[in-house]
């Protein structure tokens, strides 16, 4: 499983804030062709986030694993579940 956090790190105090989560789950494919589950969870807190309330999910399927860095699977599944300018 992968899991990207998006953390606020304060300028003035230092101080860090945990904003948002994704989780990416793998569902099978080859080595080279991987198939993944991607959720976000509720919350702007690491309090709430830790509880893991889906706010939203999607599947990115036949992803290149070796041939594409994993911020390109970040950007697919972000696609996937709707984030982004439409």
Do not use: P
Not at 20 to 42: D, K, S
Not at 45 to 65: D, I, M, P, W
Not at 67 to 77: D, F, G, P
């Amino acid at each position: 499983m992968i899991f990207v956090s998006v953390i606020l790190v304060s300028a003035r105090t230092g101080e860090t804030t945990e904003l948002a989560r994704m989780a990416l789950c793998n569902e099978g494919g080859t080595e080279q062709v991987g198939h993944y589950r991607a959720e976000t969870y509720h919350g702007r807190s690491t309090e709430k986030l830790n509880r893991r309330q889906v706010q939203r999910s999607a599947k990115v399927l036949g992803h290149r694993r070796q041939a594409l860095h994993v911020w390109h699977l970040v950007q697919k599944a972000l696609t996937a579940m709707g984030y982004g300018e439409r």
